[in-house]
């Protein structure tokens, strides 16, 4: 199992933002967590990047237990994940190219592998004559390839995406969407969190939805569909 | 992950390179508390260069801070110049002079001509005591340390007695002694308001990259690939204020020197100004940067 989570609880001040989840993600599949805004599914992803710690229960993530983990072996858990946000936090004072080799460079990869996995990367994303622009020189649909990239430059284990269609049109977000699909086919875990789980195709992947913090079965949201 | 000399270099390129697009972007809160730390480094310069002259002075005016030390009258003069020898060697000794029995003699009747009649009654027979005229460095101008020196001193085989102006210097050495613990005091301040200021100017750089270092912490970058730019940031800001605060005091000195003849401090001192800048720095910017978890 690449990430197990018992009994989480986690609050801001007064009202639990998960309250009880109990989850399991197994290596390779696509799972989608849905739910409105506020439902806690930015800080379902925190968890499993370890950006936050359950107030009770625990989280593992590839080996590591959010109960025993150190500060400095977190850099070493972040390097098996890659994360892709609404917003894309892209580094503006950087090129695409720096964007995407900012987690080799961190580690100390050699400079031949940085240019050979990011020109290749560039190449799968149809970035390669973007190399050496800024991200401000770039449209929605191309900065978010290029988050894409940065989160898969260092062959993460598993892919966190929040919201990653967010700001996007709707054939721009299914350009996202298929690009995620098809690194899933690659052999990584895929995490999707959205607040429109329409964006995935059924039969895609795995559905999981939060409400107010509570963790529902599958495809409760189908179920809402028929409702509304 | 290769960890190959290559991969080193890149690491540390890529580190280097953090650490000038910190220094590169948006100078205006550095150049302030550049400012800030150089203007209080001018204060605690005028200090240290108060208490350094007063030290010169007093070491004038006294035909510095020396000691006689009487030699028992049966030395020869080579047993004499021996024990001068094994003096020299004591710390904080500058310089030994060794006055021979005749030459105590000139000596005396030079300075005191009205007293020679003393000497001749005495007769052909006597001799004054050989001695050693000793000069301390200006470090042991302490009470504590030049009794503790003529203890040391009488304690060795030969010397008679040791003698300095134990009457005349107790009041000189406490306005010195006061202008040091002054010169202290004013360092523990300024270190800790200069750490103060560098401390907000480096808490408000984490701020305003907090984008840069939220991603760098994503991607799994080491805690010092992210610090180190702040670290570095913080030293800068202690060592060229200090610096300025240095050349500023300089050239004040410079052109006050007609009207207050003066001295500017020694080298050694200058150097312990840019430490304590960097001191100062670092532990601003070890403060500002540091962040309990993620
Ligand atoms: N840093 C925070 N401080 C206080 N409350 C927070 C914080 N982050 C999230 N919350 C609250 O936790 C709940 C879940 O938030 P979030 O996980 O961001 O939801 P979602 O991503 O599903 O929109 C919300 O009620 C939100 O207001
Ligand atoms: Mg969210």
């Known amino acids: ?228 | 992950m290769d960890r190959t000399g290559s991969g080193i270099m890149s690491l540390f390129q890529s580190s280097i390179r953090e650490i000038s697009l910190n220094l590169h972007s948006k100078p205006g809160a550095r150049l302030v508390t550049l400012l800030m730390v150089a203007l209080a480094f001018i204060v605690f310069n005028t200090f240290l260069i108060i208490s350094w002259n007063l030290q010169g002075l007093m070491n004038r005016e006294e035909n510095t801070v020396g000691m006689e030390v009487f030699l028992q009258r049966d030395l020869s003069q080579a047993q004499g110049r021996v024990i001068g020898d094994n003096i020299s060697s004591i710390p904080d000794v500058q310089s030994v002079y060794f006055v021979s029995p005749e030459e105590a003699e000139a000596l005396f009747r030079a300075e005191l001509p009205e007293r020679s009649d003393l000497l001749d009654v005495m007769g052909n027979d006597f001799r004054l005591p050989a001695s050693l005229q000793i000069v301390f460095e200006d470090e042991a101008m302490t009470q504590g340390r030049l009794s503790e020196l003529a203890r040391q001193i009488q304690a060795i085989a030969g010397v008679d007695e040791a003698v300095y102006g134990e009457d005349y210097l107790p009041g000189l050495l406490k306005t010195v002694t006061t202008i040091r613990r002054l010169v202290i005091l004013l360092g523990i301040v300024l270190v800790s308001s200069i750490s103060m200021v560098v401390f907000y100017t480096v808490r408000l750089s984490v701020v305003r990259r907090s984008l840069t270092v939220d991603v760098m912490k994503t991607v799994g970058a080491p805690w010092w690939f992210v610090r180190i730019p702040f670290l570095v940031e913080g030293i800068f800001m202690g060592v060229t204020g200090s610096a300025g605060g240095l050349l500023l005091a300089a050239i004040l000195s410079k052109l006050l020197s007609g009207a207050v003849t003066h001295r500017f401090m020694p080298v050694s001192w200058m150097t312990m100004v840019i430490l304590l800048g960097a001191v100062t720095g670092t532990v601003g910017a070890l403060a500002g940067s540091y962040e309990k978890e993620r």
Request: no cysteine; aromatic share 6%.
């Open chain 1, 1 to 228: 199992m690449l990430v197990t989570m018992n009994s989480v609880r986690l609050s801001y001040g007064r009202w639990p933002a998960l309250d009880n989840v109990e989850m399991e993600i197994r290596q390779g599949e696509f799972l989608v967590i849905s739910g409105p805004s506020g439902a806690g599914k930015t800080t379902l992803l925190r968890l499993i990047w370890m950006g936050e710690r359950p107030d009770s229960g625990s989280v593992e993530v590839s080996g590591f237990r959010s109960d025993r983990i150190r500060k400095r072996e977190l850099p070493q858990l972040r390097r098996k994940i890659g994360i892709v946000f609404q917003d894309f936090r892209l580094l503006d004072s950087r090129t695409v190219f720096d964007n995407i080799a900012l987690p080799l460079q961190v580690t100390g990869t050699g400079n031949r592998t940085v240019q050979k996995r990011v020109i290749s990367l560039l190449a799968r994303m149809g970035l390669s004559h973007r190399r050496n622009a800024f991200p401000h020189e770039l449209s929605g649909g191309e900065q978010q390839r290029v988050a894409i990239a940065r989160a898969m430059v260092a062959h993460p284990v598993i892919l966190l995406a929040d919201e990653p269609t967010g700001n996007l049109d709707p054939d721009v977000s299914r350009e996202v969407v298929d690009l995620l699909l098809e690194i899933n086919r690659g052999g990584t875990t895929v995490v999707m969190a959205t607040h429109d789980p329409r964006q995935v195709p059924a039969g895609k992947g795995r559905f999981l939805f939060l409400d107010r913090g509570v963790l529902r079965r599958a495809d409760r949201w189908t179920e809402l569909d028929q409702e509304s």
